[in-house]
Every structure is written in structure tokens, then in C-alpha cells.
């Protein structure tokens, strides 16, 4: 490892020299990383100016910290075109063929070219940091303090590598400078709603959840390494030609995936649903461990969030139902629907993020029913109580389905995460991906739907009588 690691450093240098002679790149970079910290200060002296006039100098305080994050944030977007360009722009410009042509290994050029298109990105950020620090505190006096300038360098450097590692993914993946450049899109509106995240953080002044946030875009930067590195193959890559997009193809492609070839529900079962959840045993254990986890993150909410114990007196809760049940239209069959409406809504919206996650948002959506139970029970514990009636009376009953219907489903969201963390044998990024979307439809349809409507009539109809007898009895 450390031997491949010294020769990429090679093709690291080669790299480094090459962006430091090309001007019309460095020069904007440089230009726009010392302007836009220059207008983040003007625009922070007035504020300051603005607040202080209307006594409300906490709101600047909060705004400064922003603006430092900003000023980190912006260089790494201007200089991502350096990454979009690195496989690409040189096929365009054939220059690259004589580095494929040399003994490095796939893995040595990819990490070569990494490494050397985070120099300038990471530089961009931390020269646009420090100038608005100076001007800053020339301007209004302000400095951050030490450990929150430290927690905003790890974000810009983390938020850097991640960018640029999704960028290098891209510039693997696509045939024209053109087309990367469109992708980009895909790398920078996440990042700024992540930003738009961190953002209100800084205005809560909670900088401890910072950490996480620097601990996730790590974990997500070292998983897009993982796929470029996974679906780098260089003779691929010198045969590719002009990308053409045949949604006709990759619909059939889909559909075929997702019927298996079968004719009746049954034999669609036999020969597709169930071969999906084979293939999801790993995806099923860490499901299975991400509940656990939700489950104890639940319980250590209970004295940040405390609920009072006199509601979950028995007699309390059986009031409670006796009065729901005569009154809510929910406990009811057309209630069951809207449950089941909004469950498969849910597990749509966690999809749609796992795609864009490695299925690490999805699991966190996935994670809050857990989260709850979590709570409930250690909320009973802390009140002195058996937390059994309570699971029993309120969970069981629907949980019965619906547990399994999100280990399900989060393992289908993993496995569309996972399938860009390891190469498909003879299979491109793009037909892995469908298989996997094929995988997760089936899984989606055959199981988890059926078992979530189930769990939405038990939770509609039953859950309420149950509670009712255990808490009325």
C-alpha cells in the first residue's frame, strides 16, 4: 500500500506542475478566492453596523461564524473544475494516453490524479479563510475562537475532499468536459443544502454538532474514494466514445431485471423477490444493527426531552383511547389508508435520499420509528415502571409488520448505496445501478408495501383495543 501510495505521489507531482502552468485556470481561482472573502467583510461590517443599531448585536455574533464557513465553502466550488476535467478534459485533449500507457497500476493513477486535484481546492479554501479572517478582524474586531476555527478547517478541508472526490467519479464516468461540467450539479446543490444544514447550526450556536458533520462528509468522501477506485479501469476508458443516452435500453434493461422472467406472482416470488433478499443478507445485517443503534439513540433523548410521567399513567392512556377511538378518523379502515399512504411515502422519501447518500440519509429517516420506541421505553424506565405493558400495548401489535418492513427497506436502500462501493463483475456503474434499483423495486412491491398495509390496518383497528384492554384492565 505505502509503495503504491509513493509512486502515485508521482503522477501527483506531474499533475500539480501542470495546473500551476495552466494561468487561465490559477489565475481566475486565485482572483475570486481573495474577492469573496472581501465582500463576506464588507458584508459582515454591515450587519454589525445594522444590529448594533437596533441593539441586536447577538444576531452578528451569530452571522460571522456563517460567513467563515462561506468563504471556505466558495473556493472549493470555483476550483472543482479542476477535478471535472482530470480524466476527461485530458481524453478530450489526448494527452493521457501515454500515462495510460505507462506500468502504473489503476489504482496508482487513479490516487495520483485524486491527490492532485485537491491541492488547489483546499488551498482556494484556506486562502479565502484566512483573508477574511484579516479583514474581518480590521474591519469589526472579531475572532473566532480557537476551537471553532479549527472545527471550520476540517469542514472546508472534509467538504473540499468530498467534493472532489465525487468530481473525480464524474470525470471517469463521462465521455466530454461538457457533460461533467452538467453533472457537477449533483456534487454542488447537495453540498448546499448540507451547507444551508450547517448553517443553522452556527445560528443555535451548537458547534458540537459540527463534529458530526464533519465525521459524515468524511465517511461519504472515503466511500465516493472507494467507488472511484472501484470502477477505474483504463482500457474502458480509452474505448469509450460519445455517451448516448438510450432510456429505451435502460428501461427494457430495468423491466427485464424487475420481472425475472416470470409469468405468474407466484413464480415472480420463486425467482425474483426472494433471490433480492438473499442477495441483501449483509444489507439485512446492518439494518438489523442500525435499528439497535436507533433504538439506544432514543434512549438518551430522555433527559434532554423530558415528557411528563402523570400521561403515561395507565388510567391515563386508557382515557386517551376510549376518547380516540370514538373521535379520530384514523382509527378507522379509510384511516388505514392515509397510514399506509403516509408509510410508503416515507420509505419513498428515504430512497430518494439514499440515492444521493450511499443510503446513509435513507437509514436515518428509516431509524426515527425506532428512535421513538427507544424513547417511550426508556421515558417508562426513568418514570419507574415495566416498560413491557407499553411495548406490548402500543408497538407489538402493528410492529409486528412494520419493523420488518423497514429492515427491508433499509436494506434495499443500503444496497443501492452499496452497489457504487465495489465493482459488478462484468457489469458498468450504470447496469449495476439498475440491477440494484430492479432489486430494491421488488423488494419495495413484493414485501414492504404488503407488510406496511398490513401494519396500517393493525394500527388503525387493533393497536387501540389492545392498548385499551392492557391499560383499561
Same mark, same amino acid.
Given at each position: 500500500?505505502?509503495?503504491?501510495?509513493?509512486?502515485?505521489?508521482?503522477?501527483?507531482?506531474?499533475?500539480?506542475?501542470?495546473?500551476?502552468?495552466?494561468?487561465?485556470?490559477?489565475?481566475?481561482?486565485?482572483?475570486?478566492?481573495?474577492?469573496?472573502?472581501?465582500?463576506?467583510?464588507?458584508?459582515?461590517?454591515?450587519?454589525?453596523?445594522?444590529?448594533?443599531?437596533?441593539?441586536?448585536?447577538?444576531?452578528?455574533?451569530?452571522?460571522?461564524?456563517?460567513?467563515?464557513?462561506?468563504?471556505?465553502?466558495?473556493?472549493?466550488?470555483?476550483?472543482?473544475?479542476?477535478?471535472?476535467?482530470?480524466? %476527461?478534459?485530458?481524453?478530450? /485533449? /489526448?494527452?493521457?494516453?501515454?500515462?495510460?500507457?505507462?506500468?502504473?497500476?489503476?489504482?496508482?493513477?487513479?490516487?495520483?490524479?485524486?491527490?492532485?486535484?485537491?491541492?488547489?481546492?483546499?488551498?482556494?479554501?484556506?486562502?479565502?479563510?484566512?483573508?477574511?479572517?484579516?479583514?474581518?478582524?480590521?474591519?469589526?474586531?472579531?475572532?473566532?475562537?480557537?476551537?471553532?476555527?479549527?472545527?471550520?478547517?476540517?469542514?472546508?478541508?472534509?467538504?473540499? %475532499?468530498?467534493?472532489?472526490?465525487?468530481?473525480?467519479?464524474?470525470?471517469?464516468?463521462?465521455?466530454?468536459?461538457?457533460?461533467?461540467?452538467?453533472?457537477?450539479?449533483?456534487?454542488?446543490?447537495?453540498? =448546499?443544502?448540507?451547507?444551508?444544514?450547517?448553517?443553522?447550526?452556527?445560528?443555535?450556536?451548537? !458547534?458540537?454538532?459540527?463534529?458530526?458533520?464533519?465525521?459524515?462528509?468524511?465517511? %461519504?468522501?472515503?466511500?465516493?474514494?472507494?467507488?472511484?477506485?472501484?470502477?477505474?479501469?483504463?482500457?474502458?476508458?480509452?474505448?469509450?466514445?460519445?455517451?448516448?443516452?438510450?432510456?429505451?435500453?435502460?428501461?427494457?434493461?430495468?423491466?427485464?431485471?424487475?420481472?425475472?422472467?416470470?409469468?405468474?406472482?407466484?413464480?415472480? !416470488?420463486?425467482?425474483?423477490?426472494?433471490?433480492?433478499?438473499?442477495?441483501?443478507?449483509?444489507?439485512?445485517?446492518?439494518?438489523?444493527? =442500525?435499528?439497535?443503534?436507533?433504538?439506544?439513540?432514543?434512549?438518551?433523548?430522555?433527559?434532554?426531552?423530558?415528557?411528563?410521567?402523570?400521561?403515561?399513567?395507565?388510567?391515563?392512556?386508557?382515557?386517551?383511547?376510549?376518547?380516540?377511538?370514538?373521535?379520530?378518523?384514523?382509527?378507522?379502515?379509510?384511516?388505514?389508508?392515509?397510514?399506509?399512504?403516509?408509510?410508503?411515502?416515507?420509505?419513498?422519501?428515504?430512497?430518494?435520499?439514499?440515492?444521493?447518500?450511499?443510503?446513509?440519509?435513507?437509514?436515518?429517516?428509516?431509524?426515527?420509528?425506532?428512535?421513538?420506541?427507544?424513547?417511550?421505553?426508556?421515558?417508562?424506565?426513568?418514570?419507574?415502571?415495566?416498560?413491557?405493558?407499553?411495548?406490548?400495548?402500543?408497538?407489538?401489535?402493528?410492529?409486528?409488520?412494520?419493523?420488518?418492513?423497514?429492515?427491508?427497506?433499509?436494506? =434495499?436502500?443500503?444496497?443501492?448505496?452499496?452497489?457504487?462501493?465495489?465493482?459488478?463483475?462484468?457489469?458498468?456503474?450504470?447496469?449495476?445501478?439498475?440491477?440494484?434499483?430492479?432489486?430494491?423495486?421488488?423488494?419495495?412491491?413484493?414485501?414492504?408495501?404488503?407488510?406496511?398495509?398490513?401494519?396500517?390496518?393493525?394500527?388503525?383497528?387493533?393497536?387501540?383495543?389492545?392498548?385499551?384492554?392492557?391499560?383499561?384492565?
Amino acid at each position: 500500500m505505502w509503495d503504491s501510495l509513493r509512486i502515485a505521489l508521482i503522477v501527483t507531482r506531474r499533475e500539480i506542475r501542470d495546473q500551476f502552468r495552466d494561468w487561465r485556470v490559477i489565475f481566475p481561482v486565485v482572483v475570486l478566492t481573495v474577492l469573496f472573502p472581501w465582500l463576506m467583510n464588507f458584508t459582515a461590517s454591515q450587519a454589525v453596523a445594522f444590529v448594533n443599531r437596533y441593539g441586536a448585536p447577538l444576531v452578528a455574533q451569530r452571522l460571522m461564524p456563517f460567513l467563515l464557513l462561506m468563504v471556505g465553502f466558495f473556493p472549493s466550488t470555483v476550483s472543482l473544475v479542476i477535478a471535472l476535467e482530470s480524466f %476527461v478534459g485530458e481524453m478530450e /485533449r /489526448r494527452s493521457i494516453e501515454p500515462l495510460f500507457s505507462s506500468p502504473l497500476s489503476d489504482l496508482q493513477l487513479y490516487l495520483g490524479k485524486l491527490l492532485a486535484a485537491m491541492v488547489v481546492p483546499i488551498g482556494a479554501s484556506y486562502l479565502g479563510i484566512l483573508v477574511y479572517l484579516v479583514g474581518v478582524y480590521w474591519r469589526v474586531g472579531w475572532r473566532p475562537e480557537p476551537l471553532l476555527l479549527f472545527q471550520v478547517f476540517l469542514l472546508s478541508t472534509v467538504q473540499s %475532499v468530498l467534493m472532489v472526490s465525487g468530481a473525480m467519479v464524474i470525470s471517469t464516468q463521462t465521455t466530454s468536459v461538457r457533460a461533467a461540467n452538467l453533472l457537477s450539479s449533483f456534487v454542488i446543490i447537495p453540498m =448546499a443544502f448540507l451547507i444551508q444544514g450547517e448553517a443553522m447550526v452556527m445560528f443555535w450556536a451548537q !458547534y458540537s454538532a459540527l463534529w458530526l458533520a464533519i465525521l459524515g462528509q468524511l465517511i %461519504v468522501a472515503g466511500m465516493l474514494v472507494r467507488t472511484g477506485v472501484a470502477y477505474f479501469n483504463r482500457e474502458e476508458l480509452l474505448g469509450r466514445e460519445l455517451d448516448n443516452l438510450n432510456l429505451g435500453s435502460s428501461w427494457s434493461r430495468l423491466r427485464s431485471e424487475f420481472l425475472s422472467e416470470a409469468r405468474t406472482p407466484w413464480e415472480w !416470488y420463486r425467482r425474483g423477490v426472494f433471490p433480492a433478499v438473499r442477495r441483501l443478507a449483509i444489507p439485512v445485517g446492518m439494518m438489523a444493527a =442500525a435499528l439497535v443503534i436507533g433504538l439506544w439513540a432514543g434512549t438518551t433523548q430522555v433527559h434532554v426531552l423530558v415528557f411528563p410521567a402523570e400521561r403515561l399513567e395507565p388510567r391515563t392512556l386508557a382515557q386517551g383511547f376510549a376518547l380516540s377511538m370514538n373521535t379520530m378518523p384514523l382509527l378507522s379502515a379509510s384511516g388505514a389508508g392515509l397510514l399506509w399512504l403516509h408509510n410508503l411515502r416515507a420509505m419513498l422519501l428515504a430512497s430518494f435520499l439514499g440515492i444521493f447518500s450511499f443510503g446513509v440519509l435513507g437509514i436515518v429517516i428509516l431509524l426515527l420509528p425506532m428512535m421513538i420506541i427507544g424513547y417511550l421505553s426508556g421515558t417508562v424506565v426513568a418514570a419507574g415502571m415495566s416498560p413491557l405493558p407499553y411495548l406490548v400495548g402500543l408497538v407489538l401489535p402493528h410492529g409486528m409488520l412494520e419493523i420488518p418492513a423497514i429492515l427491508l427497506a433499509g436494506a =434495499a436502500i443500503f444496497g443501492l448505496g452499496g452497489v457504487l462501493l465495489s465493482p459488478a463483475r462484468g457489469k458498468k456503474i450504470g447496469e449495476a445501478w439498475l440491477g440494484a434499483l430492479a432489486d430494491w423495486g421488488k423488494i419495495m412491491l413484493g414485501l414492504v408495501a404488503p407488510l406496511l398495509l398490513g401494519a396500517a390496518f393493525i394500527e388503525a383497528l387493533v393497536t387501540p383495543r389492545v392498548a385499551l384492554w392492557i391499560f383499561g384492565g
